[in-house]
């Protein structure tokens, strides 16, 4: 991750925490109180510029999928969580979840031109989308005709981001904005395990680095994931999540401090940054990581 987008997930961090120090526990009785017992709906919703921020600081399945690529050159299906499973779940929660994990794989396939799969994984996302009524967040036919060529990685990406921010925007003001957090957490536990899985058997220092990096995004998510801790599924899944955190303790990640370059293109001075992110992490830790990421995202696809 570069010091820059890594700075940006702090300040989200650091905008969050505060934000929710704020909300007193007496106000949250009242609010417990006149909800009753419809636990799916949060006290308050996060602003949806606010997730927008923190979402665009998280390293995308695309760009953990080309690294992925670099160290696995073959093609692994068994990796990914089958497109048949669709049918198994019925909750919004099973289905906001699995739609972050099948656009993983959908991100992972794509990486490997595996043009049958990525149409199955996309039926599989869009029934769920629209099982959840958000299905016109999906243009099926521009994501199918991008899915089906590697060369279209960078479009697939835009287009996929466009409309995760256009769901959450909508989903916020339907107060679900649980169900978008719960794509996006689905999505990244997703990366985090084909990620740990190759790394577990590839001595590849870049995959570990990028493994050992996802404590900071692990962070924002339990942050995020216990502002909807009335909705006992979020609830059971962050502790899920802080018993993965236990294991990333131990785990440094600092910042090297190097001085800028400056130089001048075509008349304009351009200053480029030259700090470096340091993370040290183990294969005993990598492999810690994937053992617990295995039980937990197991849970989630079955």
């Given at each position: 991750?570069?010091?820059?987008?890594?700075?940006?997930?702090?300040?989200?961090?650091?905008?969050?925490?505060?934000?929710?120090?704020?909300?007193?526990?007496?106000?949250?009785?009242?609010?417990?109180?006149?909800?009753?017992?419809?636990?799916?709906?949060?006290?308050?919703?996060?602003?949806?510029?606010?997730?927008?921020?923190?979402?665009?600081?998280?390293?995308?399945?695309?760009?953990?999928?080309?690294?992925?690529?670099?160290?696995e050159p073959k093609y692994n299906?068994?990796?990914?969580?089958?497109?048949?499973?669709?049918?198994?779940?019925?909750?919004?929660?099973?289905?906001?979840?699995?739609?972050?994990?099948?656009?993983?794989?959908?991100?992972?396939?794509?990486?490997?031109?595996?043009k049958q799969d990525a149409i199955?994984?996309l039926n599989s996302m869009t029934?769920?989308?629209?099982?959840?009524?958000?299905?016109?967040?999906?243009?099926?036919?521009?994501?199918?005709?991008?899915?089906?060529?590697?060369?279209?990685?960078?479009?697939?990406?835009?287009?996929?981001?466009?409309?995760?921010?256009?769901?959450?925007?909508?989903?916020?003001?339907?107060?679900?904005?649980?169900?978008?957090?719960?794509?996006?957490?689905?999505?990244?536990?997703?990366?985090?395990?084909?990620?740990?899985?190759?790394?577990?058997?590839?001595?590849?220092?870049?995959?570990?680095?990028?493994?050992?990096?996802?404590?900071?995004?692990?962070?924002?998510?339990?942050?995020?994931?216990?502002?909807?801790?009335?909705?006992?599924?979020?609830?059971?899944?962050?502790?899920?999540?802080?018993?993965?955190?236990?294991?990333?303790?131990?785990?440094?990640?600092?910042?090297?401090?190097?001085?800028?370059?400056?130089?001048?293109?075509?008349?304009?001075?351009?200053?480029?940054?030259?700090?470096?992110?340091?993370?040290?992490?183990?294969?005993?830790?990598?492999?810690?990581?994937?053992?617990?990421?295995?039980?937990?995202?197991?849970?989630?696809?079955?």
């Open positions: 991750m570069k010091p820059i987008k890594l700075l940006k997930l702090l300040i989200a961090i650091t905008a969050v925490s505060m934000f929710l120090s704020g909300c007193g526990s007496s106000e949250d009785e009242a609010l417990e109180q006149a909800m009753g017992k419809d636990s799916t709906i949060a006290k308050s919703e996060i602003s949806s510029d606010l997730i927008n921020e923190i979402i665009k600081s998280i390293p995308s399945p695309v760009e953990m999928s080309s690294l992925i690529r670099e160290v299906g068994q990796f990914l969580n089958p497109a048949g499973n669709v049918g198994n779940y019925t909750t919004n929660f099973q289905k906001a979840v699995n739609i972050g994990i099948y656009g993983t794989d959908l991100g992972y396939i794509n990486m490997y031109n595996e199955s994984y029934k769920l989308a629209e099982d959840m009524k958000i299905g016109q967040f999906f243009d099926y036919n521009m994501i199918k005709r991008l899915a089906s060529n590697s060369n279209n990685l960078d479009s697939l990406l835009y287009i996929t981001t466009s409309n995760y921010d256009k769901m959450n925007t909508y989903l916020q003001e339907q107060n679900r904005g649980n169900l978008s957090l719960l794509m996006l957490t689905g999505g990244w536990i997703e990366a985090l395990y084909i990620a740990s899985s190759v790394a577990e058997k590839d001595n590849n220092p870049a995959l570990y680095e990028r493994v050992g990096e996802q404590k900071i995004v692990l962070d924002q998510l339990k942050i995020l994931l216990d502002f909807y801790k009335t909705d006992p599924h979020v609830s059971e899944l962050n502790g899920k999540l802080k018993d993965l955190s236990a294991v990333y303790d131990s785990i440094k990640i600092t910042t090297e401090y190097h001085p800028p370059t400056i130089e001048i293109v075509n008349g304009v001075k351009m200053v480029s940054e030259n700090n470096k992110t340091v993370i040290q992490v183990t294969k005993k830790e990598v492999d810690q990581i994937f053992n617990l990421v295995s039980t937990i995202r197991q849970d989630l696809i079955k």
